[in-house]
């Protein structure tokens, strides 16, 4: 959100936060001894409770125009589709790094995203080892 956010300032644009859940996602959501109970809806709010309060907070810091969506289904597959329809001019996208077994098993949206998307993708790896000033 810093480096889209920094971006927009510099530009005088806007930033869509945009985040894809999958629901049931299994391999986060039964954990032993969590509440394993799968609640779409749930975790929409939670989302979109989030996104909200980052967007707000990002508003009052740098006085730049945030919007908020939140969708289900295939990450990558979504994101393109929204940037698409969207028409952005640019997709800002954290990395987790996955690299090896669980890349293979798990794939990389950013990879699919950077391969499949219609405008330039910016790519951030995360966490970040130094916080932007």
Same mark, same amino acid.
């Given at each position: 959100? $810093?480096?889209?956010?920094?971006l ?23 954990v032993?001894g969590?509440?394993? *109970?799968? #609640?779409? $809806? ?14 707000? $907070?990002?508003?009052? +810091?740098? #006085? ?13 597959r979504?994101?393109?589709l ?12 954290g990395?987790?790094?996955? *690299?090896?077994?669980e +890349?293979?098993?798990m ?5 699919a ?11 951030i ?5 130094h916080?932007?000033a």
């Amino acid at each position: 959100m $810093e480096y889209a956010a920094a971006l927009a300032k510099s530009l005088h644009s806007v930033v869509t936060l945009f985040h894809v859940y999958q629901f049931p996602d299994l391999m986060e959501s039964i954990v032993p001894g969590a509440d394993n *109970t799968l #609640d779409a $809806e749930k975790d929409r709010a939670f989302a979109q409770e989030w996104l909200e309060k980052i967007g707000g $907070e990002t508003r009052k +810091r740098t #006085d730049i125009e945030v919007h908020v969506v939140v969708v289900q289904g295939s990450p990558a597959r979504e994101i393109m589709l929204f940037s698409r329809k969207g028409g952005f001019d640019m997709i800002v996208m954290g990395t987790h790094g996955r *690299t090896g077994l669980e +890349r293979l098993l798990m794939g990389s949206v950013a990879e699919a995203v950077v391969r499949g998307a219609c405008c330039p993708v910016l790519t951030i790896h995360l966490p970040l080892a130094h916080p932007l000033a």
